[in-house]
């Protein structure tokens, strides 16, 4: 299978790099704001521009910074994109004219023996005209004139990267077709398929090491780490192969999902970190199973909660994983804070599995995948009709629904409407007489009957005949 064709977006900056990220995604993936300085990360999206099909990277704005320090950290990851990129694409601002740090870009991209796209944005109206002009001093060739924001130049930057790749791989333009999944059906038993990306995202609040363990699992320092809280801000999604031996070819690729920390709401104030923080909360839908990562020098507190909470809501498969094991913590008061946590508030994902880790050290990281992936499959979990309704019958007569206005309350059909996560219908005459106790009573049993511990469960009871028994 051909590699994609990889173009990076390079400036310094607040030239616009995520905007234009983003109308070639066709989606909000990258934060912007006027703010500079928003994109720390180098980001990964799937492009689309007329018939071309390619790879994108959104990247930090260059920014000179001592060594070890937070900007010298997000230079480093303009230059990865640079070296893995097939063409770059450098912008420059056309209102704000060439600065000190376009020169910078423009020696670097030199040096760099890589086709370099040079594009003036913000062009739009006349204001722009002399920044354009400006721009041939950088000696990269005749640029663009772009507008991201209104998407004015993207006909002549749809010319320079088709000749790109026509040069390079003249298939990279082909469209790719997409198998539709097949319509569910309970009594087919669910089948993974191995060569599908699993989604992961990793939650948490700041600083409790969300980045530090994707680097760990990836084994390089793709994401930038620190002892500042709140160095994530964009929603950064990387592909990763994990070496599984029960897998059928011995590996598992996995998209996994770093997000930004998540704080309280009240102490929220900032709209950049209002942004992150609904950028990550939207990756929890783009998720399959979170990981809940939890400080274990300050386990489970109210924001921990809200979180699990949160994900439960939106019927994601969920691990816990308590970070910083390595500490000096006193651990068994940690498991019993963890344990009375997960009881107490936490009823509706009974079982949750739990790994304690260090993601500075590696110790116990080799516990979360297999987790994930057996939580990823009780998520999937199908249950026949017929063993539903047996399991039906059988707890009915242990304890039956409670009467209403003395009149009695019959279940009589239930089937699975859908998995991830397992939906159950049940009907019956009386339909709005079950109460929501009792309905609690049938989650918890059909959980412990059918081992679907850890996963969010829905159970809802219709009004009426059964449907199905004229079928």
Not at 335 to 360: F, W, Y
Not at 386 to 411: F, S
Not at 448 to 470: H, S
Request: hydrophobic share 40%; proline share 6%.
């Amino acid at each position: 299978m051909a590699m994609p064709f990889v173009l990076a977006i390079v400036g310094r900056p607040n030239v616009g790099k995520s905007t234009l990220f983003n109308r070639l995604v066709g989606r909000r993936l990258a934060l912007v704001d006027d703010q500079p300085g928003v994109t720390r990360d180098r980001r990964f999206g799937d492009a689309r521009l007329g018939d071309l099909r390619f790879q994108i990277i959104d990247t930090a704005g260059f920014e000179e910074g001592k060594t070890g320090s937070l900007e010298a950290r997000m230079r480093l990851q303009t230059e990865a994109a640079i070296a893995e990129a097939d063409m770059v694409l450098m912008l420059t601002d056309a209102r704000a004219g060439l600065l000190p740090e376009d020169e910078l870009f423009a020696r670097l991209l030199r040096k760099a023996n890589v086709p370099v796209i040079l594009a003036a944005n913000k062009s739009e109206g006349g204001a722009g005209r002399d920044g354009l002009n400006e721009a041939y001093r950088l000696g990269l060739g005749e640029p663009i004139a772009l507008s991201a924001e209104h998407g004015q130049g993207t006909d002549d930057l749809y010319t320079c990267i088709r000749d790109a790749m026509d040069a390079h791989a003249p298939d990279w333009a082909e469209e790719t077709e997409v198998d539709e999944d097949p319509d569910f059906d309970p009594d087919l038993p669910f089948e993974d398929d191995p060569d599908k990306p699993l989604r992961v995202a990793i939650l948490g609040r700041p600083n409790a090491g969300k980045s530090t363990l994707i680097n760990y699992l990836l084994g390089q320092e793709r994401l930038l780490t620190g002892p500042e809280a709140g160095i994530t801000r964009d929603s950064i999604s990387v592909n990763w192969t994990w070496v599984d031996e029960a897998a059928p070819n011995g590996s598992r690729p996995v998209t996994l999902w770093d997000t930004a920390g998540v704080r309280r709401k009240s102490r929220v104030v900032e709209k950049l970190e209002k942004l992150s923080v609904a950028d990550g909360l939207r990756a929890v839908r783009f998720a399959e199973v979170v990981v809940l990562l939890v400080d274990a020098t300050s386990p489970f507190d109210k924001q921990d909660i809200q979180l699990a909470d949160l994900i439960e809501r939106e019927g994601r498969a969920l691990v816990v994983g308590i970070n910083k094991w390595d500490l000096k913590v006193d651990r068994q008061e940690v498991r019993q804070t963890i344990n009375d946590a997960l009881l107490r508030a936490l009823p509706k994902l009974r079982g949750v599995p739990v790994v304690m880790l260090s993601a500075e050290t590696g110790r116990g990281v080799e516990k979360l995948m297999p987790a994930v992936q057996r939580q990823y499959e009780i998520w999937n979990a199908r249950i026949g009709t017929a063993k539903l309704n047996k399991w039906l019958g059988a707890t009915i007569d242990r304890h039956p629904p409670p009467a209403d206005k003395g009149r009695p309350v019959r279940l009589r059909y239930i089937t699975q409407a859908k998995a991830r996560p397992p939906t159950f219908v049940t009907f019956s005459s009386r339909g709005h007489a079950v109460p929501e106790s009792y309905q609690r009573y049938l989650a918890n049993n059909l959980r412990e009957t059918f081992a679907l511990d850890g996963v969010p469960l829905r159970i809802f009871v219709r009004k009426g005949k059964n449907p199905y028994e004229n079928k």
